[in-house]
């Protein structure tokens, strides 16, 4: 039987790397911070922060007062006589989610702007084109600083896991002559190749296979994936009702249209295949792919590897809820035979009693 494993950010984070969206908008704003110390003014294509007329000229903020408090710096400037002007309306909520240290997804909240824009369109019947140019703006700017933040990351010092390397090489001893697996990197990072190396792996080099489904860091900016895909949301379709591009330039299903990694894995589905879960969250962002791979007649079984906070508490049946909205209503009966149980299931990581 082959095997696609789904390589998400939990598997980055599992190797002490600082890669997730929180880690990522708290050293933007960092370096904000730092800009604003030294000069008292700042500006991006998003954000904008400069000191009141009266005070031109008057250092307010201190070294460090700033850049050692990033999850502060809106609060600390809306408390002094400085002003800031974020646009669009997802930025600011970002920044709110960070700054009250709740867990934050860029995609979502730019799909549920985007819904929101569109919501106001219907009710008001106003172009808001512009809006939604703005919103598309700030997207591709943070996309831009993301792809800068994250090859600060690689080039951190990179350890294998020992129980992410067994669970490969359980894996790896598992393969008839005829079998495979197959690895969907949805990371920007490449850390999975690290693993192919090993001995008890790359005996089976000629079984394994990798794509990087979302592009990898070294690509062309525009060959990186980074958006939204889930077409069977209630309004997809009426965005593309509007016969308005602008709408739908972050979906991801026209990224996938740059390579044919798309058109890979579905003929790679074509056998049967056991599914494993390293470090993907399973959202709505992914769901079109994530739809195609768990539904499909021919998975026998999804293995999560789930991710252990400490000796009483783990995230699984979190993940299994998430898994769950892949699933039409119709099929949630395969989705209770399909999803391997709690009992016979691993933590990607072991936990470690500090």
């Given at each position: 039987m082959?095997?696609?494993?789904?390589?998400?950010?939990?598997?980055?984070?599992?190797?002490?790397?600082?890669?997730?969206?929180?880690?990522?908008?708290?050293?933007?704003?960092?370096?904000?911070?730092?800009?604003?110390?030294?000069?008292?003014?700042?500006?991006?294509?998003?954000?904008?922060?400069?000191?009141?007329?009266n005070y031109a000229g008057i250092s307010i903020f201190k070294n460090g007062e700033l850049s050692n408090n990033p999850l502060e710096i809106f609060k600390k400037i809306e408390n002094t006589i400085y002003a800031y002007n974020i646009h669009p309306e997802f930025i600011n909520n970002l920044f709110s989610n960070i700054q009250e240290k709740r867990w934050v997804d860029i995609e979502n909240s730019y799909y549920r702007n985007l819904i929101s824009i569109f919501n106001d369109i219907t009710k008001s019947s106003q172009n808001r084109t512009e809006d939604v140019a703005k919103l598309n703006l700030a997207f591709r700017f943070l996309k831009t600083k993301l792809i800068e933040y994250l090859k600060l990351q690689e080039k951190q010092s990179f350890l294998l896991n020992n129980d992410i390397l067994l669970h490969l090489q359980n894996m790896s001893n598992e393969l008839l002559n005829s079998d495979s697996i197959y690895f969907i990197n949805f990371?920007?990072?490449?850390?999975i190749e690290k693993y192919f190396n090993e001995d008890k792996i790359s005996s089976k080099a000629n079984q394994i296979k990798l794509i990087n489904i979302h592009g990898l860091l070294n690509h062309k900016e525009e060959n990186i994936i980074f958006g939204y895909g889930d077409e069977?949301?209630?309004?997809?379709?009426?965005?593309?009702?509007?016969?308005?591009?602008?709408?739908?330039?972050?979906?991801?299903?026209?990224?996938?249209?740059?390579?044919?990694?798309?058109?890979?894995?579905?003929?790679?589905?074509?056998?049967?295949?056991?599914?494993?879960?390293?470090?993907?969250?399973?959202?709505?962002?992914?769901?079109?792919?994530?739809?195609?791979?768990?539904?499909?007649?021919?998975?026998y079984q999804i293995e999560m590897y789930y991710y252990q906070k400490d000796e009483n508490t783990n995230d699984f049946i979190d993940k299994y809820m998430d898994i769950s909205n892949h699933f039409s209503m119709q099929n949630k009966g395969k989705m209770r035979v399909r999803i391997q149980a709690l009992e016979n299931s691993k933590p990607l990581v072991n936990y470690i009693k500090k």
């Open positions: 082959n095997h696609i494993v789904l390589i998400g950010n939990g598997f980055d984070l599992a190797h002490g790397l600082k890669t997730s969206y929180i880690d990522f908008l708290t050293w933007y704003l960092k370096n904000i911070g730092e800009a604003v110390e030294e000069k008292q003014y700042y500006e991006d294509d998003i954000i904008s922060i400069s000191p009141n007329t990371n920007y990072t490449s850390f069977t949301d209630e309004h997809y379709e009426k965005l593309e009702k509007l016969q308005n591009k602008e709408y739908l330039k972050f979906i991801k299903s026209f990224g996938y249209a740059y390579t044919n990694n798309y058109q890979n894995l579905i003929t790679y589905l074509g056998n049967p295949f056991k599914v494993h879960i390293f470090g993907h969250s399973c959202g709505l962002s992914d769901r079109v792919l994530l739809k195609e791979i768990f539904e499909h007649n021919n998975c």
